[in-house]
């Protein structure tokens, strides 16, 4: 499935996590690179949710595969 979004020629971004939880959005997102940021492991749906949306206008991660965490 990566390999179809990857090769497309749109703007997409697969956000990568490890460890989701319930919980409220705490407005707290780390995003980065695996090896060269500070990412943790746990991030709740609703903090998931909130960084997805907020892709729809920034542009940072546009064609990249980020790890998400809270």
Known sequence: M????TGSSLN???A???QP???ERTGT????FLGKDDIGAAITRA?????????????RFHRAAPAISG
């Not at 990566?2 to 979004?5: A, R």
């Not at 997102?29 to 980065?32: Q, S």
């Open 47 to 59: 903090d998931m949710a909130g960084f997805l949306l907020e892709q729809t206008t920034d542009t």
């Open 12 to 14: 997409w971004l697969v």
């Open 29 to 32: 997102v780390r995003a980065g």
């Open 16 to 18: 990568r996590f490890t």
């Open 21 to 23: 939880k319930d919980g």
């Open 2 to 5: 990566s390999e179809i979004i």
